[in-house]
């Protein structure tokens, strides 16, 4: 492998790094909105949409 490849090859595998981690912290907070929303729809409708109101202080 020649030196410039090499380089090249580095600066690649470094940017991959940088996005996977930034998708992982993306794919993490999506995570957690999904799994709030479910525990309030398998809690009930009525008790979602009070649960809401608090947050928002309505």
């Known amino acids: 492998m020649k030196p410039s490849e090499r380089d090249n ?3 690649h595998v470094d940017l991959c790094g940088q ?3 930034e ?6 907070r999506l ?13 009930g409708e ?5 649960v809401i ?3 928002i202080g309505v």
Request: glycine share 10%.
């Open 9 to 11: 090859l580095g600066a």
């Open 19 to 21: 996005r996977y981690g």
């Open 46 to 50: 009525g008790t979602a949409a009070d």
């Open 31 to 43: 995570e957690v909105w999904l799994a709030a929303i479910t525990l309030l729809l398998l809690v």
């Open 53 to 55: 109101r608090r947050l």
């Open 23 to 28: 998708i992982r912290a993306r794919l993490k």
